[in-house]
């Protein structure tokens, strides 16, 4: 695996250039499940965070929850890692409050456009596998 693999995706980037739509297949293998991911970022706003439990030992949460639904470890560790979410606070009872940045609004902008302009039959396909 290359590292520019590795990489977010650049910030500035519209997705509406000649290189195609900011989630697309070619240019953004290493999101994980993209359509859980935007799923994820669609339903992440002020009033609907992302919740980290910590482990503090490893820095990085051992539950993520969203709307009491838990999210994969590996979505929102790439959410982290990627700068599309950032520690708001915590709640009273120690869970960390995560919400988008402007970053991450961009992006979920960005993936939004390019899932509507898929047919049903590639949401399918990416819908099952990833």
Same mark, same amino acid.
């Given at each position: 695996?290359?590292?520019?693999?590795?990489?977010?995706?650049?910030?500035? =980037?519209?997705?509406?250039?000649?290189?195609?739509?900011?989630?697309?297949?070619?240019?953004?293998?290493?999101?994980?499940?993209?359509?859980?991911?935007?799923?994820?970022?669609?339903?992440?706003?002020?009033? =609907?965070?992302?919740?980290?439990?910590?482990? %503090?030992?490893?820095?990085?949460?051992?539950?993520?929850?969203?709307?009491?639904?838990?999210?994969?470890?590996?979505?929102?560790?790439?959410?982290?890692?990627?700068?599309?979410?950032?520690?708001?606070?915590?709640? %009273?009872?120690?869970?960390?409050?995560?919400?988008?940045?402007?970053?991450?609004? =961009?992006?979920?902008?960005?993936?939004?456009?390019?899932?509507?302009?898929?047919?049903?039959?590639?949401?399918?396909?990416?819908?099952?596998?990833?």
């Amino acid at each position: 695996m290359s590292t520019s693999q590795l990489q977010p995706p650049d910030p500035r =980037r519209t997705g509406n250039d000649e290189s195609g739509p900011a989630m697309d297949a070619a240019k953004t293998s290493f999101i994980p499940e993209r359509a859980q991911t935007l799923q994820v970022l669609r339903l992440i706003e002020k009033h =609907r965070p992302l919740l980290m439990l910590p482990d %503090e030992e490893y820095g990085f949460g051992i539950l993520w929850v969203l709307d009491g639904q838990q999210v994969q470890p590996a979505i929102a560790k790439y959410l982290m890692k990627a700068g599309f979410v950032a520690d708001n606070g915590a709640t %009273e009872f120690g869970a960390r409050i995560l919400t988008l940045t402007d970053t991450g609004r =961009r992006f979920r902008d960005d993936g939004m456009r390019w899932w509507k302009s898929l047919g049903w039959l590639q949401r399918l396909k990416i819908t099952l596998l990833g």
